[in-house]
């Protein structure tokens, strides 16, 4: 494995009784890289990062972090790992500054790089407010911070973070994400979301799982770019105003490369199409050169790529319906009852065992 790979997972597979969750997941995250790493409820994507973390084990596969075996040096990886689940397991009695303490006390960080640590972490997660407040105190969205700030207080080269931004405001949600892009320089980060404009927002790359498979693997614009369709919309106006939209359909479904015409609701005496490219090349020059042939007034022309949103229903439909009529268990990615009880054992040592 080359030592620019980070995460490296091979054929990994997990089973609850006759429900796969995994099925031969495989993928690898190099130094520098802000994965986003997207899928529907019950695709697979909590149970990944259980399984990175040492949370959970899988019922076959493997798994490298930094080189480091997730069976064979369990504790060597979570020293170069941060992690934040989902609902970030606390110790609500102690004071924020007091959980922080403790946490870098398991990570054997002395008093002096604490020091140095927790005020860089504090100022990163806007904590200076609420350091001396008790946990318990705290909103949930504070308390994601606090959860962030002990992923972060060992410097770990690599974070991995399951919904990090859930429960944050606007605001928050965009100084986290102009962190990540900085971390990103100089670690590696897999981020799990369900918002996709976080991921075209912070990451270069995404992978994304349905029904325990990766179906997607790239780089976003290629995945933008993986239906072959591009679409265009066009608005036109007829001077003479003679002109008929089925001749109009008719001209441009004759324009090499396009595959399909659609008229759309328009204003006036306008008219406004929506056509789509067989391939991902441009079709506007020869758009235009028949508008122009054909003496129309053009209004608008404007392209539009296949948007992640779109690749993401595209490649994930049906996902919750299977879900539902294979029971799929609820230990499963993001349900309600598996982060009950995975809670019920985070809470004997959380910071420990992140």
């Known amino acids: 494995m080359s030592n620019d790979v980070m995460i490296a997972a091979s054929e990994l ?15 690898e995250v190099r130094r520098g890289e802000v994965v986003g790493f997207l899928g529907p409820n019950g695709a697979g994507k909590s149970t990944t990062m259980r399984i990175l973390t040492c949370f959970l084990a899988p019922s076959a596969g493997t798994a490298k972090l930094n080189g480091l075996d997730i069976f064979d040096s369990s504790l060597e990886v979570r020293q170069n790992l941060g992690y934040l689940p989902q609902r ?5 009695e102690l004071s924020v500054f007091e959980y922080l303490r403790f946490a870098a006390s398991l990570r054997q960080l002395d ?5 140095k640590r927790a005020k860089t972490v504090v100022e990163v997660c806007g904590l200076a407010q609420v350091l001396g407040k008790e946990i318990r105190q705290l909103s949930h969205g504070y ?12 410097d770990p080269p690599i974070l991995i973070l399951d919904e990090p931004t859930s429960d944050l405001d606007p605001n928050e949600k965009a100084e986290f ?3 990540l892009k900085q971390i990103g320089r100089d670690r590696t980060v897999l981020l799990s979301t369900h918002n996709l404009s976080e991921v075209e927002s912070a990451c270069g790359r995404a992978i994304i799982v349905s029904r325990g498979r990766v179906v997607a693997d790239g780089m976003l614009g290629e995945l933008r770019g993986r239906s072959g369709k591009v679409r ?3 608005t036109i106006e007829d001077p003479k105003g003679a002109l008929r939209a089925s001749d109009v359909s008719e001209a441009l479904a004759a324009v090499s490369g396009v595959a399909t015409v659609e008229q759309k609701p328009s204003q006036g005496k306008s008219m406004t199409f929506e056509v789509s490219g067989a391939d ?18 053009l209004l608008e022309l404007r392209r539009d790529s296949q948007t992640l949103e779109d690749v993401f229903r595209a490649l994930t439909v049906g996902d919750a319906r299977r879900n539902r009529k294979l029971g799929a268990p609820s ?12 809670d019920d054992d985070d809470t004997a040592a959380p910071a420990a065992r992140a």
Do not use: C, N
């Not at 597979?13 to 993928?27: E, I, M, P």
């Not at 308390?143 to 060992?154: C, F, K, P, S, Y």
């Open 280 to 297: 991902d090349s441009d079709l506007r020059p020869q758009i235009s050169q028949l508008v122009l042939q054909k003496g129309w007034m």
């Open 88 to 92: 970030a397991p606390l110790y609500t």
């Open 143 to 154: 308390r994601q911070r606090v959860g962030l700030a002990q992923a972060l207080i060992h």
């Open 177 to 179: 994400l102009d962190y």
């Open 232 to 234: 265009y919309t066009l």
């Open 111 to 115: 008093r002096s790089t604490f020091m």
């Open 331 to 342: 230990a499963e990615d993001d349900d309600e009852d598996e982060d009950d009880e995975e």
């Open 13 to 27: 597979s997990k089973v609850y009784g006759t429900f796969r969750a995994l099925d031969k997941v495989s993928f």
